[in-house]
């Protein structure tokens, strides 16, 4: 089987490790991929967003299942683009159709998802600049703390926690009147503050039938103790230990089924995965968000523990048969933790040699490349973040030790990693 990933980070670089070890036959092309896919299979330069390309491509190269890492082809439609092109109707796409992406494309389209379908999440209102008077008196009424999220794709950065009423209203200016996300932030999602602790349910769907992957939880602040500025993540840890099995019996009846159905009564086309975001409150399961693809680094982390062939999981998808499937994962924890550049999430230079990348690791650890590239000689960083290092162990604080043992081995001009994750469950 010839099979296209795009996408070029962490998340990548584990999918396309996993469908490596399939005993099924076949090609893996990575676009544009890293200096870590290019050792999975053949790294193409392909721009994202050019479906004209992409389909060239997938019909010069016999490509039979097309795999989309990120969620912004997602949401322009590129899964559509493929079901209208008799050329390209055939290919087994694994990712949802740009309707069912709307659920991470549009906080709006999201919530009236949820309510629609009765699934616990956040009260809230939107706002446009149509209404923006209302939305300043609503925001002055309003309990605090307050959240206010861009209603598009804003690269993770959208979402604004205020604890004053000055704040959200200077926020709420910048967000609608000063375009401070650009469109993304046209329209304002104002949420409620839900105070508990978050995590992320991974599932995926044929859009009738559906398998729960393992779970996991990220740490996105930069600074140890979660301190500092968010971050695209900088670790994550699965299973999570306060996932108890009455705790995600709940998550399963009120929020995965409801969701699936959901899908179903509204005549939405989706096959794949549906990242939902989690908080518990008081033990109680809160959604948070949807997204419309695998987070990263939580792939990282859930991939590995799956013990299922990944192309067979991919075909059952795309072929509405995942009520034939069990999944199987392995007991044992797994930890991921982010080596990012110097300076980062802010400005960071890029481009300096990776040393220690020819160490030899223990079966329970892994390497995977994120922001790198290859010269022909060396590999080089080539984003904020840049590499991250999982392992297994019975407990959290063994695979830290583990990941970080590895780590210290590794050196690239400004390396930062933290060395708690996992911190609240050590």
Not at 207 to 219: E, I, R, W
Not at 351 to 361: K, R
Request: glycine share 10%.
């Amino acid at each position: 089987m010839n099979i296209l990933l795009l996408g070029s980070g962490g998340r990548e670089h584990a999918l396309a490790w996993k469908i490596n070890q399939s005993d099924e036959s076949h090609t893996l092309y990575i676009a544009p991929g890293n200096a870590g896919t290019a050792n999975c299979g053949m790294n193409v330069l392909l721009d994202l967003n050019d479906f004209a390309s992409i389909a060239k491509f997938c019909v010069e190269n016999k490509i039979e299942m097309l795999i989309v890492g990120p969620e912004e082809p997602l949401v322009k439609g590129l899964c559509d683009y493929f079901k209208s092109k008799p050329a390209l109707e055939k290919i087994l796409f694994v990712g949802p159709s740009q309707q069912g992406a709307a659920l991470e494309g549009s906080k709006a389209f999201a919530k009236a998802f949820m309510l629609r379908h009765q699934i616990p999440t956040a009260k809230y209102k939107e706002f446009t600049i149509e209404n923006y008077t209302e939305g300043v008196q609503y925001l002055q009424q309003h309990s605090l703390p307050i959240v206010l999220k861009a209603d598009g794709l804003a690269a993770g950065k959208g979402v604004v926690i205020c604890h004053n009423p000055v704040e959200a209203i200077a926020e709420f200016e910048l967000m609608i009147q000063q375009s401070k996300f650009g469109e993304a932030s046209k329209k304002v999602v104002v949420e409620a503050f839900l105070d508990g602790i978050e995590m992320s349910v991974f599932v995926l769907t044929d859009g009738k039938n559906y398998v729960l992957l393992p779970n996991a939880k990220d740490y996105k602040r930069i600074g140890e103790g979660d301190k500092g500025l968010n971050t695209g993540g900088m670790g994550a840890v699965s299973p999570v230990p306060f996932a108890t099995p009455s705790f995600m019996a709940k998550v399963e009846e009120r929020i995965i089924k409801p969701t699936i159905n959901g899908l179903q009564e509204d005549g939405i086309d989706y096959k794949g995965f549906v990242f939902i975001g989690l908080i518990s409150v008081g033990g109680e399961p809160f959604v948070i968000e949807y997204n419309c693809r695998l987070g990263d680094p939580e792939t990282e982390v859930i991939i590995p523990r799956l013990k299922n062939d990944l192309i067979g999981l991919f075909e059952r998808t795309c072929k509405q048969e995942l009520d034939q499937v069990k999944i199987d994962m392995d007991s044992r924890t797994a930890i991921t933790i982010v080596a990012v550049s110097g300076g980062y999430p802010g400005a960071f230079e890029k481009g300096f040699p990776i040393e220690g990348l020819e160490i030899e690791v223990s079966a329970d650890s892994l390497v995977f490349h994120a922001g790198t590239k290859s010269d022909g000689e060396t590999i080089l960083t080539n984003g904020g973040r840049v590499l991250c290092v999982t392992s297994f162990a019975e407990t959290v604080y063994e695979a830290v030790e583990k990941s970080r043992d590895v780590l210290e081995q590794i050196y690239f001009d400004g390396i930062y990693y933290r060395r708690d994750i996992g911190y609240e469950f050590l």
